[in-house]
């Protein structure tokens, strides 16, 4: 049984793995998470809403409970949850208990912060990165509140068993104050808010973890874990005529979304794809991408770039890791889904969409003329340090593939060029990359085609790893992975794709 604990033996089977706090040795044991097919659950309770949280996020079968994924890079990431029903009048209040700090060996010890937990409220339509947008407010446990990323101290930090209450008062004249409690001590007013800014808008229960499982009391328990200041209700004992329920999600696969991004780097896929999101905030949409499990990478409300010491390439590296797996899990939920990578490889267009069969599946294909790609390659590189390789654009202008409605495709749209116009563009990076050649600084070691070579570029260096052609890239001093992103024929030319599409 010890054995099972090794994070190398979790990962032999991803399908079937469970997260850490089902293998503790202290005795304590959650329920299971709840089923990817959603059971029926009266709605008229306050519980974690299962649509409203992140795909990383395990709700248990009771949905009062629930812990994130932590294995490999997973344990970088901040993951969020919010509660079924919100509230916007009265005195309200909830529990949050840190149930346990979920062992992450596998972190580097320089990793700030590796075990943390942010409660507090927000609206509907925030994000689940509790704290870090308007009309989000969180207390977190390094003695920290924060609204919008910007963070001031606050009351005193808290940890594994440790309870806090969280207060809002919607009866305090033109404002609304909100307030917490460590273990039954009051710890002040954190936040005070015109009530015309929130616009008779509801505030939700909101926690947002790194590495720790947590439970809720929204007023289910028979006791609360500590006293509640006098005046103030349990959300679940307000009449559901005084709560506010959150959007409901789709009731089937066939009212569901999976818009599917085709372009070459720096395009504007993640551009598109963020503002499509913010144009239909009733979709919720999820957005699977690098640039986006990065975001949720965050130090302090700082994107990770900016405090992290180890190397690049492996975060890159494991972030790509992780979206797979979310793509996975993504394929089971009824949820609406933006996937922002590349995809321009036929073969991977079809390999991705096959899993959401039943769901409404579009393209969307960014094809910006040549002059403007390369403008905006140059501007990404200024302002992010992206660089892609030469070699890298090269390959997948080689195996460009347009989709086309069809067997896996309902629909296909076109942002920019129009598909005329597109299909004479994509021929000339057809030719362009298969005339290329590979790159000249590939060098072979007649063992079946491994390169091993370095050459620099751009202030850093760029190397094979000898698996098949797969590259990691540096740049800017910070490094970026392209796991598996590209990967030649068995001659090793590079003109042929395998249509394993890389994380850009």
Same mark, same amino acid.
Not at 350 to 375: H, N, S, W, Y
């Given at each position: 049984?010890?054995?099972?604990?090794?994070?190398?033996?979790?990962?032999?089977?991803?399908? =079937?793995?469970?997260?850490?706090?089902?293998?503790?040795?202290?005795?304590?044991?959650?329920?299971?998470?709840?089923?990817?097919?959603?059971?029926?659950?009266?709605?008229?309770?306050?519980?974690?809403?299962?649509?409203? +949280?992140?795909?990383?996020?395990?709700?248990?079968?009771?949905?009062?409970?629930?812990?994130?994924?932590?294995?490999?890079?997973?344990?970088?990431?901040?993951?969020?949850?919010?509660?079924?029903?919100?509230?916007?009048?009265?005195?309200?209040?909830?529990?949050?208990?840190?149930?346990?700090?979920?062992?992450?060996?596998?972190?580097?010890?320089?990793?700030?912060?590796?075990?943390?937990?942010?409660?507090?409220?927000?609206?509907?339509?925030?994000?689940?990165?509790?704290?870090?947008?308007?009309?989000?407010?969180?207390?977190?446990?390094?003695?920290?509140?924060?609204?919008? +990323?910007?963070?001031?101290?606050?009351?005193?930090?808290?940890?594994?068993?440790?309870?806090?209450?969280?207060?809002?008062?919607?009866?305090?004249?033109?404002?609304?104050?909100?307030?917490?409690?460590?273990?039954?001590?009051?710890?002040?007013?954190?936040?005070?808010?015109?009530?015309?800014?929130?616009?008779?808008?509801?505030?939700?229960?909101?926690?947002?973890?790194?590495?720790?499982?947590?439970?809720?009391?929204?007023?289910?328990?028979?006791?609360?874990?500590?006293?509640?200041?006098?005046?103030? =209700?349990?959300?679940?004992?307000?009449?559901?005529?005084?709560?506010?329920?959150?959007?409901?999600?789709?009731?089937?696969?066939?009212? +569901?979304?999976?818009?599917?991004?085709?372009?070459?780097?720096?395009? &504007?896929? =993640?551009?598109?794809?963020?503002?499509?999101?913010?144009?239909?905030?009733?979709?919720?949409?999820?957005?699977?991408?690098?640039?986006?499990?990065?975001?949720?990478?965050?130090?302090? &409300?700082?994107?990770?770039?900016?405090?992290?010491?180890?190397?690049?390439?492996?975060?890159?590296?494991?972030?790509?890791q992780c979206l797979n797996r979310l793509i996975q899990i993504a394929a089971r939920k009824k949820r609406n889904y933006i996937?922002?990578?590349?995809?321009?490889?036929?073969?991977?267009?079809?390999?991705?969409?096959?899993?959401?069969?039943?769901?409404?599946?579009?393209?969307?294909?960014?094809?910006?003329?040549?002059?403007?790609?390369?403008?905006?390659?140059?501007?990404? =590189?200024?302002?992010?340090?992206?660089?892609?390789?030469?070699?890298?654009?090269?390959?997948?202008?080689?195996?460009?593939?347009?989709?086309?409605a069809g067997e896996f495709l309902d629909t296909v749209l076109y942002v920019e060029l129009q598909r005329e116009e597109a299909?004479?563009?994509?021929?000339?990076?057809?030719?362009?990359?298969?005339?290329?050649?590979?790159?000249?600084?590939?060098?072979?070691?007649?063992?079946?085609?491994?390169?091993?070579?370095?050459?620099?570029? &751009?202030?850093?260096?760029?190397?094979?790893?000898?698996?098949?052609g797969n590259m990691v890239t540096t740049t800017r001093g910070s490094f970026q992975n392209r796991g598996g992103g590209f990967?030649?024929?068995?001659?090793?030319?590079?003109?042929? &794709?395998?249509?394993?599409?890389?994380?850009?």
């Amino acid at each position: 049984l010890p054995e099972i604990r090794r994070p190398e033996i979790w990962c032999i089977r991803p399908s =079937t793995v469970l997260s850490p706090p089902c293998f503790r040795s202290r005795g304590r044991s959650p329920q299971p998470p709840a089923e990817d097919e959603e059971e029926d659950f009266d709605d008229t309770l306050v519980a974690i809403d299962t649509y409203n +949280c992140d795909l990383h996020f395990k709700v248990a079968r009771d949905r009062y409970s629930g812990y994130p994924l932590t294995i490999e890079g997973f344990a970088y990431l901040w993951s969020g949850a919010r509660a079924t029903y919100g509230a916007h009048q009265g005195r309200v209040c909830y529990e949050m208990k840190v149930n346990e700090e979920i062992s992450v060996k596998h972190l580097p010890s320089t990793e700030p912060d590796p075990h943390v937990v942010r409660v507090g409220w927000s609206l509907d339509s925030c994000s689940t990165q509790l704290g870090e947008e308007p009309f989000s407010y969180g207390y977190g446990g390094t003695g920290k509140k924060s609204t919008n +990323c910007k963070f001031e101290n606050y009351g005193e930090t808290f940890a594994e068993n440790d309870v806090i209450a969280c207060l809002v008062d919607f009866e305090c004249g033109e404002e609304v104050e909100m307030s917490f409690m460590k273990n039954g001590k009051w710890l002040g007013v954190a936040y005070r808010v015109r009530k015309e800014l929130l616009g008779g808008r509801a505030l939700f229960p909101h926690v947002l973890v790194k590495n720790c499982a947590i439970e809720f009391n929204f007023g289910q328990r028979e006791d609360t874990y500590f006293s509640v200041p006098p005046g103030f =209700t349990f959300i679940q004992h307000l009449p559901v005529a005084e709560r506010v329920r959150g959007t409901l999600g789709p009731k089937s696969k066939a009212e +569901c979304e999976i818009l599917m991004m085709v372009g070459l780097p720096a395009a &504007g896929k =993640t551009t598109w794809a963020v503002k499509h999101a913010a144009a239909n905030p009733s979709k919720k949409y999820n957005i699977l991408g690098t640039n986006a499990i990065m975001d949720k990478m965050r130090v302090m &409300g700082l994107r990770r770039q900016r405090n992290y010491a180890g190397r690049w390439d492996v975060l890159i590296q494991q972030a790509t890791q992780c979206l797979n797996r979310l793509i996975q899990i993504a394929a089971r939920k009824k949820r609406n889904y933006i996937l922002d990578q590349t995809n321009v490889y036929g073969s991977a267009q079809r390999r991705k969409m096959r899993p959401f069969e039943g769901f409404q599946r579009k393209a969307i294909v960014i094809c910006p003329t040549d002059q403007d790609l390369r403008d905006r390659t140059i501007k990404r =590189t200024d302002e992010e340090g992206k660089d892609v390789p030469d070699h890298a654009v090269l390959e997948m202008k080689a195996n460009f593939t347009l989709p086309e409605a069809g067997e896996f495709l309902d629909t296909v749209l076109y942002v920019e060029l129009q598909r005329e116009e597109a299909e004479v563009l994509v021929r000339q990076y057809n030719e362009e990359g298969r005339n290329a050649g590979p790159p000249p600084e590939k060098r072979f070691d007649g063992g079946g085609g491994r390169p091993h070579a370095f050459r620099s570029r &751009g202030g850093g260096f760029q190397r094979f790893d000898g698996r098949g052609g797969n590259m990691v890239t540096t740049t800017r001093g910070s490094f970026q992975n392209r796991g598996g992103g590209f990967r030649g024929s068995s001659g090793g030319n590079g003109s042929t &794709g395998t249509g394993r599409d890389p994380p850009f």
